[in-house]
């Protein structure tokens, strides 16, 4: 007779017999070695990693460097360099123990002391970096010991952690032994040895025009990755080329793609993964508020700009005169939201603020005639927008149609996306720009782009280039509340206030999509805030 125990052991057995044969599969299963290509739809602006702007550069440097922290697609914080931390019931303390086995790309130790060096550079004026106002919260930093740092702040931030994690780079971490050898333009050139991080690539060279080169670095602290020997980043500007070198499998990863190519992109690859998610960057149709009185760029010297200095003018063309719903059926194919608030849908405590405008064409062109224009004195300006994507095209192209059914001329120039951005972020000329800027976390996250522009509080990169310290007092209490009803009380009074004075003009959420073969395997999607390649590896 055979009883219960019996019948299970054969059972057992095989299994156990299948769970041991697998193992080593398991262990196996990511492939070591080989080169991952990636794809760029524009050229990098430079290589200091805590000064360039773009996500080009960016995603270089979460590769290449290391931070303290990161954050999951989930919202969570998890450990980069630092193994653990706490934080003071009053907010005004952390307290980060650092993982005793990092080391920067030099062999010099990622310790306390560099921690300090990293962060005071960033709140150094000298430095110009467009995270520093970010970092206007911070009172000090202490090294404990080798392995703990403490950083005190002046007064409560509610979101200093997802700036260390995820505002731009967050914090990345370089070498002090190389910062102090190389000069800035070094840095900015990528001159050997000049870039020198503590993620899992080491920096080899930037052939401008050409690619860059990444390899791996053997001595990475986190044990058995990362899988490649290398990363290959090259620039096709042109989709269709882009397209065309992915279907030939000479690109194994499209780090940005335009979202009107994507059904394109799935009947010439079906087995590509099209990767995307929630609506956290907003397409805009940014206006300049104000121009430098002296005509030299930068200066805090202000006065109205000629044709969007007057508030009139700005809610006629942006808030009444653009049909966002037209925009996103046209250029999205229906798959964006029509929005109107300075957080898209997918941010952190985002504000449905879209009844403030609605599109009349009849208010527009009676704003207009209060302001001095009409058949008599029709309104002219310049739409600029860049070749990052072909949608901006799109959407420009529609914007300028729509302006014209208010008696509105838009001249549209087309640029490349680095002058784009030595145009708005050097105060260059430009009236209006078409640009999905800056995907957001939160709020706040997008503060050092749309705060005041005054000489005695302003961030660096302010693209509206308004003047009211109005805007900086909202952020400022925004971002030191801790309640989080309360926060978002104040949350929803900025962005009605940015919408009602037109200082941050959003058309619509801009759908990111990233492109990957079937052999890339790995990859860990969370949109544009984090691209890291430490566990991709090429099943080929």
């Avoid at 931030?157 to 971490?173: C, D, K, N, P, V």
């Avoid at 007092?473 to 009380?489: G, P, V």
């Amino acid at each position: 007779m055979y009883t219960r125990r019996h019948l299970l052991s054969p059972i057992i057995a095989a299994l156990v017999f299948t769970l041991v044969l697998a193992l080593p599969f398991a262990a196996a299963a990511q492939k070591r070695g080989g080169t991952l290509k990636v794809s760029y739809g524009n050229e990098i602006a430079n290589l200091d990693f805590h000064t360039a702007p773009g996500y080009e550069m960016m995603w270089v440097a979460m590769n290449v460097g290391c931070g303290l922290t990161n954050i999951t697609p989930d919202g969570k914080f998890v450990g980069d360099a630092a193994d653990s931390w706490t934080m003071s019931p009053d907010g005004l303390l952390y307290t980060f123990k650092l993982r005793k086995n990092v080391l920067f790309h030099d062999g010099t130790s990622v310790d306390a002391a560099a921690v300090k060096f990293n962060i005071e550079r960033m709140k150094d004026p000298a430095t110009k970096s467009g995270m520093r106002p970010f970092y206007e919260p911070v009172h000090s930093v202490e090294v404990l010991d080798p392995q703990t740092v403490q950083v005190r702040l002046k007064h409560s931030y509610a979101f200093f952690l997802h700036m260390i994690s995820a505002y731009r780079t967050g914090l990345i971490l370089l070498s002090p032994a190389s910062i102090q050898k190389f000069t800035e333009a070094d840095r900015k050139q990528g001159k050997a040895g000049a870039i020198i991080g503590c993620g899992p690539f080491k920096y080899v060279e930037w052939v401008k025009g050409s690619h860059l080169l990444m390899e791996r670095f053997d001595k990475y602290f986190v044990s058995g990755v990362p899988y490649l020997d290398k990363v290959m980043i090259r620039v096709i500007k042109d989709p269709v080329t882009e397209m065309a070198a992915f279907k030939n499998g000479e690109v194994d990863f499209i780090a940005s793609f335009s979202p009107e190519h994507v059904d394109t992109m799935k009947a010439q690859n079906p087995k590509a993964n099209i990767m995307t998610g929630k609506e956290t960057t907003p397409m805009m149709a940014a206006m300049k508020v104000t121009v430098p009185k002296d005509g030299k760029p930068m200066s805090p010297d202000r006065a109205p700009h000629p044709v969007f200095g007057d508030l009139r003018v700005r809610k006629a063309v942006g808030c009444y005169g653009i049909d966002r719903q037209e925009i996103v059926k046209i250029a999205f194919k229906g798959h964006a939201t029509p929005w109107v608030g300075m957080a898209p849908p997918g941010t952190f405590e985002s504000v449905n603020v879209n009844h403030l405008c609605p599109y009349d064409q009849a208010k527009a062109k009676q704003l207009l005639a209060e302001a001095g224009y009409g058949p008599s004195k029709p309104l002219t300006f310049e739409l600029m927008t860049n070749t990052e994507k072909s949608v901006f095209s799109v959407i420009a192209t529609v914007v300028k149609e729509q302006m014209g059914r208010i008696g509105v001329t838009a001249n549209i120039r087309l640029v490349d996306k680095v002058s784009w951005m030595n145009s708005t972020l050097q105060d260059g000329p430009w009236d209006m720009y078409i640009e999905d800027l800056l995907s957001l976390i939160t709020i706040d996250s997008n503060g050092y782009l749309s705060t005041a522009y005054v000489s005695s509080k302003s961030s660096a990169w302010s693209h509206p280039r308004h003047t009211d310290t109005k805007v900086d007092d909202y952020y400022d209490r925004y971002a030191r509340e801790l309640d989080t009803t309360k926060r978002k009380a104040l949350a929803k009074e900025l962005v009605e206030y940015m919408a009602n004075n037109m200082y941050w003009n959003t058309i619509s959420g801009s759908p990111f999509y990233m492109v990957a073969q079937p052999w890339l395997k790995g990859y860990v999607y969370n949109a544009e805030f984090e691209v890291h390649f430490d566990k991709v590896w090429l099943d080929k």
